[in-house]
């Protein structure tokens, strides 16, 4: 009996923990793709880096295996729909973080209207409803490739295969901003004519309070006479 093997890290951790741009970025990345935590942000960078150091290597060294792992390489990134077909070495390095977040199983859900939210998209994918290609897949960061996409949807088992399932339903889209001040706007003035009225009375408060005083001054004064 030997020793178990140990699982290799999936992910590398930024180097340096107080990077003001790198956290302001993690925390909109975490909002806009509804994430468990920040180690599936550093999991989906590490796997762009590697696609980075790979067409790096590969641009400096020209033979026949050279030639056959380029191949593999944008093969493989067009699979993805990182890439288009025609597309060289160099745009490898034009694949930015949004693009990979942009193929997990959980963002297309959500695109293609299965979901009302990511985060209902996630939870729909780890109760095992999602299909993709006839197989169940119950993890949310799974790159899907250009052929799946199509193939996403919901396992003929689940109650959500029903298009009339009330959790199925999309929200509907609010008004928009000009709409909505407009019908604040009628308030607005109601509260400016109120606000107008109370500054009067305060004014007419104030006059009435300056007259009676040079009237007590003068009983005052007559008084000490």
């Not at 979901?115 to 799974?142: C, D, E, L, M, W």
């Not at 009676?212 to 009983?219: A, G, M, R, S």
Request: proline share 4%; aromatic share 6%.
């Amino acid at each position: 009996m030997g020793d178990i093997k140990k699982q290799k890290k999936k992910f590398y951790p930024p180097t340096h923990p107080w990077q003001k741009s790198r956290i302001d970025e993690e925390k909109t990345l975490f909002k806009e793709y509804g994430l468990k935590n920040k180690r599936e942000i550093w999991k989906m960078n590490s796997i762009l880096k590697k696609f980075y150091e790979q067409a790096k290597k590969l641009t400096t060294i020209q033979t026949k295996q050279s030639e056959i792992e380029r191949a593999q390489l944008l093969a493989k990134l067009y699979s993805l729909a990182l890439l288009e077909k025609d597309s060289k070495l160099e745009d490898v390095l034009t694949i930015t973080l949004k693009d990979i977040m942009n193929r997990r199983l959980q963002t297309l859900v959500f695109k293609r209207n299965l979901a009302r939210s990511v985060k209902q998209a996630r939870q729909f994918i780890s109760h095992n409803h999602v299909y993709v290609g006839g197989k169940n897949i119950t993890s949310p960061s799974y790159l899907v490739s250009r052929d799946e996409e199509a193939s996403i949807n919901f396992g003929t088992g689940s109650a959500l295969s029903n298009p009339d399932h009330p959790e199925r339903a999309v929200e509907e889209k609010k008004p928009a901003k000009k709409e909505e001040e407009k019908k604040k706007s009628p308030k607005k003035k109601q509260g400016r004519k109120r606000r107008a009225k109370s500054e009067k009375k305060k004014e007419e408060k104030k006059e009435s309070k300056e007259e009676k005083k040079p009237k007590e001054k003068k009983e005052e004064t007559k008084e000490e006479k």
